[in-house]
């Protein structure tokens, strides 16, 4: 039997086991659909640590991909304080990790045409001439006239950086992840069902016009069934269906965005195309990329049905882009300190 996927006789076989510092990879979700799709990207597992500090309750998943060893974390609760206090912790016990990604679901801004963004598609934070990378949208003072944001978070690390322009510049990079998708175990939904992690076309992504608000009582809006089409906006059919592939700058901060208005006007400010909740307390500390898979587009018809695919489809572009970072690239940077 392989032993190179997770959950298979973990106690019956005695699995590779290594020193914490042998771990150079921090990977890190917030939520447990997005635990139980990234361990499905392990190319083999590692055992647990068999010591490790006395104030770190974190609880970890250890394991190798594309060569790297890599030690995946989730999160206690959502938010960038808790992001940030986690990986103080992680850094500490596994003192060699050199950079960290930042992966799982986000809500979308999409402003089709210019900025096409499906459910099932994949937003990548890298600077652009107004940002960095990851915006915390909501630090800053608020003035006589508006609101003024103030800060700026650091870059991701250049080695980082590098890779993601390697595979922009590519193309086929969809198909490929597709190809990951269709190769990894199905997992198990929060109802025991067993899905599998590619394309769900049986799902409905319908993007409504920012002033039609869902109403949970209304059934005309039926927008987890797809039946209402008057209030939708056209776009144009894609004739595949991989995940595409937006870079940009990525909306941080402590709210849930539930509101279509809110939504389109902070991205008009920040010229975000995603928001998420634990960026904004990594980036200055940790070296970090945020990979986000596109769950929802921030209004008010928000669910949950496209989670497992859209945190299937973040995991995998995580495992592209570590594929074409040597492991030795990666020792020859210098360790994260942590206090
Ligand atoms: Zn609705």
Known sequence: MSLSRPDRDRDSHSILELPADKYTVGWIYAIPVE????RCFFDVEHSQLRSRPKHDEN???????CGHNVVMICLPELGGVKAAVAAK??????????????????GGIPNPPEVDIRLGDIVVSI??????GVIQYDLGRMEAEEFCRKG???????????????????????????????????VEDSDGDMQAQTYPPYLVDDLFRANYTHVKTDPACDCENGT?????IARRKRNHQNPRIHYGNIASGNTVVKNAAERDRLAKRDNVICF????FGLMDDFPCLVIRGISDYSDSHKNYAWQSYASSVAAA???KLLNIIPPEEVAKLKPVRSE
């Open 35 to 38: 635990l139980r799709t990234a």
């Open 59 to 65: 609880s970890y998943n250890l394991g190798g991909i």
């Open 89 to 106: 912790s992680l850094q500490a016990t596994f003192p060699n990790v050199r950079f960290w990604l930042m992966v799982g679901i986000g």
């Open 127 to 132: 600077p652009t001439d107004v940002g960095s």
């Open 152 to 186: 700026a978070l650091s870059k991701p690390p250049s080695l980082l950086l590098a890779a993601v322009r390697n595979l922009q510049s590519r193309s086929g990079v969809g198909n490929d992840i597709s190809k990951i998708l269709s190769e990894v175990d199905s």
């Open 228 to 232: 209402n089409k008057a209030n939708t």
């Open 276 to 279: 998420e909740m634990e960026a």
């Open 317 to 319: 572009y995580a495992k």
